[in-house]
């Protein structure tokens, strides 16, 4: 039921946060409404070669999203997808050296300021999220609070 109030929730005019609000033994969604504000993020040059080379021959016609889920150790968890361009209703649009970035607004003040970076390696290579919003953060690196 979550999912399918939170793909309605996705196209009201504003930002709208979806959880649950739990208690004894029974759980009700809500929506309430969250603060948004101009994002900034940095992309490093390995990151950007990294989703470029994701995206290929369809970087004209496909962007990453970037958005903060509930769920992990931390409270929230990094979601990186690559899809083809949705409407720009309640996304900011940002273009960091060629690569199109968008965050909606709900995950706005959770995400301004993120740093994404790229590492090649064996051990603990892959995409890696540095945040100034985090107050926490799982071992993994992949959960923040």
């Known amino acids: 039921m979550l999912s ?5 929730i996705y196209h009201l005019d504003g930002a709208i946060d979806v959880g649950l609000l739990d208690g004894s033994g029974f759980s009700l969604p ?4 969250v603060e948004v504000v101009d994002v900034k993020i940095e992309v ?5 070669k ?12 496909h962007v990453l999203i970037i958005s903060a889920k ?18 720009n209703d309640g996304f900011q649009t940002l273009d960091i ?4 970035v968008m965050i ?10 993120l740093r994404l970076d790229f ?15 985090a107050d926490r953060a799982c071992g993994c690196g992949q959960s923040f609070g």
């Open 30 to 33: 809500i929506a309430t409404a």
């Open 104 to 113: 909606h607004d709900k995950d706005s003040t959770l995400l301004n300021g």
């Open 119 to 133: 590492r090649d390696s064996l051990m603990g290579g892959g995409f890696h999220m540095d945040n100034p919003n």
């Open 50 to 61: 990294a989703v470029l080379a994701a995206i290929g021959e369809q970087n004209d016609t």
């Open 97 to 100: 050296n060629g690569v199109t």
């Open 4 to 8: 399918k109030l939170e793909s309605l």
């Open 70 to 87: 509930a769920g992990g150790c931390s409270g929230y968890l990094y979601d990186m997808v690559i899809v083809e361009k949705p409407d």
């Open 44 to 48: 490093s040059d390995s990151a950007r």
